[in-house]
């Protein structure tokens, strides 16, 4: 404490200057994470005050199970977009993908486990795909994945060319989306499990540490001996893996696989959950509490909405208006903050 | 590597090519162009085969069918693609009924008959329009609706405004109940896409606690509210009705437990009928300005016969 006077900032001056900047970066990751904690009370509070649905078992419960397939996908769009990379194509790899773990279960009769497996596969090797063209070939992420989109649009309807597949899926397929383990329905627990998953990979690991550090500076992480075009490869698959996954439930949770579901729209709501969990898309910044939260809060407004019976038109225009003042406010504390954390 | 892939994608491309350049290049035949407006939906796939198996059985008639996803200006291109290449007719159900009046305007003035199909252009010139009247799939719903009601309930409404075709179906609905001032329609909501439409009848359901039937104006969207009142418990007090007798739809009306009617508009006749209808005018025959495709209420009881 001798050089108080002269650094102005005495009570952390017997730190070292990265554990200062892992610090604030930990309070300004908890403020923000606490604000969408608080939206979350209030709105809950509020809900529960004003409809006689809200603030029952059966419709928390249904809420966890309505996001658990948003947040799977936001999930893996997150890790990416840590990167600073983007991956549109997740919606329409999530119906291929859907389509292909009913294809292979209820109509080639492939034994449950292996058409998990396959599937699965698939999508992180589409993923893979994506990431090979991205780091070896110098793409635009956004340009890639969007190539991705129309080609994995198209497979799934050349191939199914529009019918639905709904019979043959047994009820042990089905277990993956509408079986419960104890009080919480699958969908949730596999949403769990994903948030603790990456969660601990993107904190814990080296992998993790290289994916931020990309995201944060590329040119900064290759210098210190990064393997930046490999981390990258890896990202996409597992943002293809996340996508394959959030397919599997989905075909299990509606018992039909249809070609045109999780499009477009779909994505954005998962996109629409990472930014308001604090991801950003220019790269280095985001954690899973947040995108948990961002799904979470996403979720409670939508069923809310319907709950005070108000239209789905109205909830497009709350849903927007709250992702303006969600980025604005995350911007002017950045701002506070000086900069980028 | 990056060479390598290069080559491999350029090859891939040109394979590609080479598979779908046949489209036009025969001559003396009937060449007639149908451009389906929507992909991924069950109702348009079995049009899309009504009209090729049709085609398939004639003799000398060329059927060429292309997609576009909801999208009127991708549609548009492709009926000036049509016209580009000289076909003999072209088959419109379009994504849009004012979007695509440019597109049959040039036909027009091309002299290349169009014929219309499930839903009219608003401008231009159709040689023929063949469609179900989908006021009459409405009002076959809420006079089925009236009478299991005896005339007195709630009803909650589902629809896709967004679509003059949907809308309709509303309309003919409500021209239906406007004679029964004991039922009420309690609640009509924006219905949303898969897997969407799941979450949504979750919560529409906890929102609505008491409600006799169920009007969606289609079975995608009817089905996943069926399902979640049947996991309820609420499936003896409600019963639903959809449009399209989908296959999922027609196994859930075998199960009779809630899901009680689908109107059918029979896609697969729709098709034959448009490609019929077009090489009959190609021909020089006389044809009707407008075929009706009849619709039909499938319930339980006359579900065997249907399948036939």
């Known amino acids: ?341 | 590597m990056k060479k390598n892939l290069f080559i491999l994608l350029t090859a891939t491309l040109l394979f590609v090519f080479c598979f779908s350049f046949n489209a036009y290049s025969e001559e003396k035949k009937i060449a007639l162009g149908l451009a389906i407006p929507y992909i991924g939906q069950e109702f348009w796939a079995v049009v899309q085969k009504g009209a090729e198996e049709t085609a398939a059985k004639m003799p000398n008639v060329e059927l060429t069918v292309v997609q576009s996803h909801q999208s009127p200006t991708k549609q548009l291109s492709q009926i000036e693609a049509f016209i580009a290449a000289k076909v003999n007719a072209i088959l419109l159900p379009p994504a849009d009924p004012s979007a695509l009046v440019p597109a049959v305007e040039e036909a027009n003035k091309q002299g290349i008959p169009v014929i219309g199909v499930d839903t009219a252009v608003v401008g231009g010139k159709l040689t023929s329009f063949i469609a179900s009247n989908n006021i009459t799939v409405g009002e076959i719903a809420g006079k089925y609706i009236a009478d299991r009601l005896k005339g007195k309930g709630k009803i909650i409404v589902i629809g896709y405004p967004q679509h003059t075709a949907t809308r309709q179906r509303v309309e003919g609905l409500k021209n239906v109940l406007k004679n029964f001032p004991d039922i009420q329609i309690i609640a009509e909501e924006v219905g949303k896409l898969p897997p969407d439409t799941q979450a949504q009848a979750e919560n529409i359901l906890t929102a609505y606690k008491q409600f006799d039937a169920l009007f969606a104006v289609a079975d995608v969207l009817t089905l996943p509210f069926w399902k979640v009142a049947k996991d309820l418990g609420r499936n003896k007090e409600i019963f639903f009705v959809g449009v399209d007798a989908t296959g999922e739809a027609l196994a859930a009306i075998e199960e009779n437990s809630g899901y009680a009617a689908s109107v059918a508009q029979q896609p697969y006749q729709m098709g034959a009928l448009a490609v019929e209808t077009a090489v009959k005018v190609v021909k020089g025959e006389k044809v009707e300005s407008f075929t009706e495709v009849p619709v039909v209420l499938v319930t339980f009881d006359n579900l065997k016969d249907f399948k036939k």
Do not use: C
């Open chain 1, 1 to 341: 404490m001798k050089e108080k006077t002269t650094t102005g900032i005495p009570e952390y001056s017997h730190i070292p200057p990265e554990r200062l900047v892992k610090r604030v970066k930990i309070i300004s990751k908890i403020q923000g994470n606490m604000i969408l904690s608080l939206a979350i009370i209030i709105l809950s509070i509020f809900l529960s005050f004003k409809t006689e649905g809200f603030f029952t078992t059966y419709n928390l419960i249904n809420v966890l199970r309505q996001i658990s397939l948003t947040s799977l996908m936001a999930i893996g769009f997150g890790i990416v977009v840590i990167t600073g990379g983007m991956d549109i194509s997740m919606g329409n790899v999530a119906a291929m993908v859907g389509m292909t773990v009913a294809g292979l279960f209820a109509i080639m009769k492939v034994n449950l486990f292996v058409s998990l497996v396959i599937s699965l596969a698939l999508g992180l090797g589409i993923g893979l795909l994506n990431g090979a063209v991205i780091a070896y070939l110098g793409v635009p992420p956004f340009i890639a994945t969007l190539a991705m989109m129309f080609i994995s649009q198209g497979i799934t309807f050349e191939f199914t060319q529009g019918y639905p597949i709904y019979e043959g899926l047994t009820s042990n397929f089905l277990y993956i989306g509408q079986g419960y383990i104890g009080p919480l329905p699958v969908p949730v627990i596999i949403m769990i499990a994903m948030f603790i998953l990456a969660h601990f990979f993107l904190n814990n690991t080296v992998l993790g540490q290289h994916i931020y550090s990309i995201g944060g500076n590329e040119n900064a992480a290759r210098v210190t001996g990064v393997n930046v075009s490999r981390v990258k490869l890896i990202t996409y698959g597992i943002s293809g893996f996340f996508a394959a996954l959030t397919g599997v439930v989905m075909t299990a949770r509606l018992g039909s696989a249809q070609p045109a579901a999780a499009g477009m729209d779909f994505f954005l709501t998962a996109a629409t959950a990472a930014v308001l969990g604090g991801t950003e898309l220019s790269g280095g910044v985001g954690n899973m509490l947040g995108i948990l939260l961002g799904a979470l809060f996403l979720g409670i407004l939508n069923n809310g909405l319907t709950l005070l019976k108000i239209s789905a038109y109205f909830q497009w225009i709350v849903t927007g208006i709250l992702l303006i003042l969600a980025i604005v406010w995350h911007t002017t504390q950045k701002s506070a903050s000086g900069g980028k954390y």
